[in-house]
């Protein structure tokens, strides 16, 4: 028996004109003389109230498949009612844009974009971001005030963004992508109203610019031998050169400026904002890192070559706000944020990478870079710690983002009204300091945080508007301090101190006036006690010592059973590599203690005069000759090390393959030497021969003593003149120099 099937309804649009497109005919279908029609719902009915359900044709099969209907108008009611009877809220923007990447990953349709390895792939990937740019942008101007109108873009916008990484297993594409303009829109998408869209491409940039990608894989070099002359990614100098093309192109365009006004809107108590925070560090770090190697080409303000392009920790000191943030973010106590951070526990968050603790471990490395690089430093780029601008974001305007999706809202910014224009830097290194004057780190993070800390504040001083302001701060008393507790943080006062009285051997110093300064900080140090402190350290007392803290390599119990025996400890159970590391690293704790100490007490011989206050002078005159002349038997004895062990520094390195290369190379092998032996201990068998000098020409008792003990120890007075006049001939005119040549003569 034949049976008709209809269809009616052609204007409900519904599974008719699937069927009509695909197949172009209606189909029959025998069975018991029922007639099924499909009627304007696009629905099957079958025989006398026979159920209804839709139907979808499988032109493949020939079969009618059952689907599910889609929920009703009641179901939607009913779905509405679920929360306390009342109807659901409009999802924020946010809330949108995360559901859309979530539906975007769970979709079967879902397929992640991978960059061609060509040109052809780097102009197509430039292109695809161009288009998902421009019609974000488009979206957002229609619908500024309705995220569900733009989300989808912005989830385009993102992977578009994040498919970049992919360039940096092919750094031969960085200039084309550079000339495609892919340098430009990165920039333009840093300043997007969405925080994720601007933290996507800090997380491409820190991905493309790794200073790792500087090493030539040497298995793939040898792999492509034939015919790899031509890509310059098989070489150092060719890789150099493309990461140079997109590393400069960044930094040109204002990059580093929009980097850090970003960070003033990110909130780094949240875990995922908070890897923005150290994708962004982590960036700078490697700029910084590639300049410092050289591969960018740029110059610090003392070359004459390419001033137009300065060095990057200039532009971070003199055209961004980075220095001002990295200041704040350190001044953070660690229980401030720890504490809600990853779940609340201060000791599981400090091992975070990503935690308060993490970052404020990571902002001190960077300002740590950034401060220690010359053009600070030396050059005086930028202003002095005291005195640093406060920190200002290109949003700090946007006060909703611009469209209400901005992650950030005020974030952990004081509200101070406005009232200092400036932030104490050198009072915030300071207050870091300070919190370990009496107790030692618990964990190594904090004691990592601490050493840069110091490094950050040692480095400063080699400025002396800075040193003039730490003196004035009681940053002498503190370090001070900090020795007489004989904790962790008294290793790292020693080298300050070195830094605040030493100063540079250049002339400049004396010709900016930085020798008053230094010379102040000599006197403040005696008028404060420091003497008496420094005499117990001067002649090795292990009693006066600072202990490196537990948490330290050079502090741990490894450390003392490593310097049991190198070789086998007393129950004839090999040493760990591990226990000869910490051995190690207490061995060079105390070898900088001593070099320290040194250098303070030549840096007072050099710096105080006859005419300075506080009877400094006389002070230190009477610690040479009190103790029946006990300090110049240790700096004869000092003085002999150091000659010693300079001579055979500069022995092996003549017998070295390095001198061969450097005569090959047309090196001047001699200066070459010199620099091995100034390294080997030159430099401080330099320094005991002026303090020798400087007691023998202010005491008759002390030259009578030194003249004995030398000729006691084999020596004379001709190994203390040939270290002056090695001494004298690596200086530069000055003060310094004007003082060796008057020990010559004098002695």
């Known amino acids: 028996m034949s049976s008709k099937t209809t269809a009616t309804g052609v204007g409900g649009g519904g599974v008719v004109d699937v069927l009509d497109g695909i197949i172009g005919l209606t189909s029959s279908k025998e069975e018991g003389g029922s007639e099924e029609v499909i009627d304007e719902g696009g629905v099957v009915g079958g025989g006398e109230g026979g159920r209804r359900k839709r139907a979808r044709f499988d032109h493949s099969r020939d079969t009618v498949l059952v689907v599910p209907p889609r929920p009703s108008a009641v179901a939607a009611a009913d779905a509405n009612k679920k929360n306390d009877g009342r109807p659901s809220t409009a999802a924020t923007g946010e809330e949108l844009l995360a559901i859309a990447e979530e539906e975007a990953q769970n979709s079967a349709d879902h397929r992640p974009s991978v960059l061609e390895p060509t040109s052809r792939g780097a102009r197509a990937a430039c292109k695809s971001l161009d288009r998902a740019i421009r019609k974000n942008r488009a979206s957002r101007d229609m619908h500024p005030n309705d995220p569900s109108k733009f989300v989808d873009d912005e989830v385009a916008l993102n992977d578009a963004i994040l498919v970049l990484k992919d360039a940096a297993a092919y750094v031969m594409l960085y200039p084309e992508l550079v000339e495609c303009g892919m340098t430009d829109m990165l920039l333009t998408s840093l300043t997007h109203e969405n925080v994720d869209v601007a933290a996507g491409v800090v997380e491409v940039l820190s991905e493309l610019l790794d200073p790792s990608l500087l090493v030539v894989d040497s298995e793939d ?7 790899g002359g ?34 003033g809107r990110i909130d780094d108590t949240v875990e995922e904002e908070a890897r923005c925070v150290e994708d962004a560090l982590t960036l700078v770090e490697s700029l910084l890192d590639l300049d410092r190697a050289g591969a960018l080409g740029r110059s610090s303000s003392s070359s004459d070559v390419d001033v137009e392009r300065p060095s990057v920790a200039a532009i971070i000191c003199e055209r961004t706000s980075l ?3 990295l200041f704040e ?76 999706d901005g992650k950030r809202k005020g974030g952990d910014k004081k509200n101070d009204g406005g009232s200092a224009a400036t932030i104490d830097g050198m009072d915030v290194l300071l207050l870091a300091i300070a919190a370990y004057r009496k107790s030692d780190p618990a964990v190594e993070v904090e004691c990592e945080f601490l050493e840069n800390v110091f490094d950050v504040l040692a480095a400063s ?24 507790q004989k904790v962790h943080a008294g290793g790292g006062a020693l080298r ?42 001067y002649m090795a007392r292990k009693s006066a010592i600072p202990h ?55 840096a007072l011989t050099r ?53 061969d290369e450097a005569e090959r190379l047309g090196i001047d092998v001699e200066t070459a030497a010199l620099g091995a032996k100034l390294r080997g201990g030159g430099d401080l068998f330099h320094r005991t021969c002026a303090i020798l000098s400087f007691a023998c020409v202010g005491s008759k008792r002390c030259r009578g003593h030194v003249m004995d003990q030398l000729k006691l120890q084999g020596a004379g007075i001709s190994v203390v003149k040939m270290g002056l006049n090695e001494f004298a001939s690596s200086l530069g005119d000055g003060s310094q120099k004007s003082q060796i040549e008057h020990y010559i003569r004098e002695i």
């Open 221 to 227: 070099n040898e792999g492509n031998g034939d015919g």
């Open 230 to 263: 031509d890509d310059p990614s098989k070489s150092g100098e060719g890789r150099a050169r493309c990461i140079a093309s997109l590393a400069n192109a960044f930094v040109d365009g204002d990059g580093l400026d929009l980097l850090s006004s970003n960070l």
């Open 323 to 325: 220095v001002p943030w």
């Open 329 to 404: 973010r350190i001044s953070r106590a660690n229980g401030d944020d720890d504490s809600s951070f990853a779940g609340g526990s201060i000791a599981t968050a400090a091992t975070s990478p990503i935690s308060p603790a993490g970052l404020r471990l990571h902002s001190s490395e960077v300002l740590s870079a950034i401060i220690q690089h010359e053009d600070y430093s030396t050059n005086r780029r930028g202003p002095r710690l005291t005195a640093l601008p406060k920190y200002t974001s290109a949003f700090d305007d946007d006060d909703d983002g611009g469209g209400g």
């Open 461 to 484: 001083l080699m400025r002396g508007d800075n040193v003039l302001d730490f003196v004035k701060a009681e940053g002498i008393e503190l370090m001070l301090r900090c020795i007489r």
């Open 496 to 537: 300050v101190l070195n830094f605040a009285m030493s100063g540079s051997s250049s002339s400049s110093n004396s010709e900016n006036g930085d020798h008053d300064a230094y010379r102040g900080a000599c006197e403040a140090f005696v008028n404060a006690g420091g003497l008496k402190l420094l005499s117990p350290l």
């Open 548 to 602: 490196p803290a537990a948490c330290s390599d050079g502090g741990s119990v490894l450390a003392r059973r490593g310097g049991i025996n190198n070789k086998n400890s007393a129950d004839g159970v090999g040493v760990s590599k591990r226990a000869k590391r910490a051995a190690h690293a207490r061995r060079q704790w105390l070898v900088e203690v001593e070099r320290n100490t040194l250098n303070i007490m030549y």
């Open 607 to 659: 710096n105080i005069a006859e005419d300075s206050p506080y009877d400094a002078h006389s002070r230190l005159m009477v610690k040479f000759v009190e103790e029946d002349c006990e300090k110049c038997d240790r700096t004869i004895e000092l003085c002999l090390k150091y000659d010693e062990r300079a001579r055979i520094a500069e022995y092996q390195y003549f017998r070295s393959d390095e001198a």
